[in-house]
């Protein structure tokens, strides 16, 4: 009885392996879910999946161990999960993939190969995080500006844009306030080297102190 309690009687695998593993498991999903948070929004229950999902991946390999019916199961099982939950972002998408794999390294007890994919991967998202990729678009702004409808909207900021950003695109202009004003909607890229309020300031003396609204252009969300 005692040998069904201290071993798997599927596979021999004893429960000092089992904790072995299990133990690298948490560790490297520690390590999964700090290499997550660095630059990047995360929620609680996320870095909790991230940590425990190579512990369970691990534990479902061991009980599957080579059977194919079961493996089946399990499989059909889990794909079940991405309707059961909200789509993630590319990098959400690659933090989980990454922890199955590491639970499927220490499933199979491949602990080392498990180690040196949480480093190498983790090592690669770190300096691609902190390349210059993708820095231009932290400049760009939403820029609503109103003007009275007496004004000629064509080019009457052309100026101010030329001295404070590299790049300026008039999307759309609608009337609004039954018609007695304009409101143009542009996507600016502003210099770093040149203060917004000032431009803000310049803006308010050409538009007559009518409404301005400038912000960080909403980003979406990228999903796979």
Do not use: W
């Not at 798997?8 to 948490?26: A, D, K, M, R, Y």
């Not at 609680?44 to 999946?49: D, Y």
């Not at 409101?183 to 300031?201: A, C, G, P, T």
Request: charge should be neutral; include cysteine.
């Amino acid at each position: 009885m005692l040998d069904s309690v201290l071993s798997f009687s599927s596979s021999g695998l004893t429960v000092p392996e089992f904790v072995f593993c299990t133990v690298f498991s948490v560790i490297f999903g520690v390590l999964i879910a700090l290499v997550h948070m660095y630059k990047n929004q995360y929620s609680r229950n996320f870095i909790l999946t991230l940590i425990l999902l190579p512990l369970i991946v691990q534990t479902v390999i061991m009980l599957v161990n080579g059977n194919l019916g079961t493996g089946v199961a399990v499989a059909g099982a889990f794909s079940l999960v991405r309707f059961r939950s909200v789509p993630g972002n590319s990098r959400e998408i690659a933090a989980i993939f990454l922890a199955m794999a590491v639970g499927l390294a220490t499933g199979m007890g491949y602990v080392t190969i498990g180690g040196l994919l949480v480093i190498i991967v983790g090592f690669v998202m770190l300096l691609v995080v902190n390349l210059p990729v993708g820095r231009m678009n932290q400049m760009l702004r939403d820029l609503k500006v109103t003007i009275p409808e007496n004004l000629d909207y064509e080019g009457i900021f052309d100026d101010l844009f030329a001295e404070y950003t590299t790049r300026s695109e008039l999307l759309r202009v609608r009337t609004v306030n039954m018609g007695s004003l304009y409101e143009l909607h542009y996507h600016i890229l502003f210099r770093s080297d040149k203060s917004e309020k000032k431009f803000l300031d310049e803006l308010r003396c050409r538009n007559g102190n009518l409404t301005i609204v400038c912000g960080r252009v909403a980003q979406e969300r990228e999903e796979l």
